[in-house]
């Protein structure tokens, strides 16, 4: 944990992903809404917390790519992976296949789904040597709604690291409780003094 916390954020690409560390609170909170004092996030994990914010933000309210962009972007990615000589007519036709199914996703979402498939990080049914345009917006997506899965998270880890935990009772005070509530079904009218000792 003190490493990913020390080093910063690293690529926009990499900001995706929760870390180990993170995972368990963000179980509690998901099952309680709350955390205990013990699960709270102390400091330096608020900053970091607020620091891949400050990164999932901006990133997740940008404007989608320009066709000059994805063709960039693409025409890179298709010349890594051309097995020869391709005309310019055929790369043009290829990068304008890909900007069709891509021109709906913003850049960063583009480049952070090419370097995982270049990691191996994408997983198909059928192992191609590069994804067909349909394969490669599919993994743009899922970029995307990993970065905002993780925003959410972090805004809810935030919000709950702010709350009071709940007030946890004793066993002998629960057993007082319950008995004067026992005691109002019996006497209806005692319901004010009940609760007054």
């Known amino acids: 944990m003190a490493n990913q ?22 179980t509690e909170v998901v099952k309680t809404g709350s955390l205990t004092e ?4 102390t400091l330096q994990e608020r900053q970091w917390a607020e620091a891949e914010l400050s990164v999932l933000s901006p990133l997740l309210a940008s404007p989608m790519a320009q066709e000059g962009e994805v063709i960039a972007e693409v025409g890179r990615f298709l010349l890594a992976h051309a097995n020869g000589s391709i005309s310019e007519d055929t790369a043009k036709a290829k990068a304008y296949s890909y900007w069709i199914a891509l021109e ?7 480049r952070a789904a090419i370097r995982r498939w270049h990691r191996g990080e994408v997983h198909t049914e059928v192992n191609y040597a590069w994804p ?37 009772f004793s ?3 629960r057993k007082t409780m319950l008995g004067k509530i026992a005691g109002l079904f019996s006497n209806p009218g005692k319901t004010k003094a009940a609760f007054q000792k």
């Open 38 to 41: 013990a699960q709270k996030l």
């Open 171 to 173: 066993d002998e005070h």
């Open 104 to 110: 709906d996703i913003p850049v960063w979402a583009l």
């Open 5 to 26: 916390l020390t080093t910063g954020t690293v690529k926009q690409t990499d900001a995706i992903f929760l870390p180990e560390w993170l995972v368990s609170k963000v």
């Open 132 to 168: 067909q345009s349909h394969m490669l917006r599919a993994a743009a997506l899922e970029v995307m709604q990993l970065a905002e899965h993780k925003r959410y998270c972090l805004n809810a880890l935030l919000q709950a690291s702010e709350k009071p935990s709940p007030e946890v």
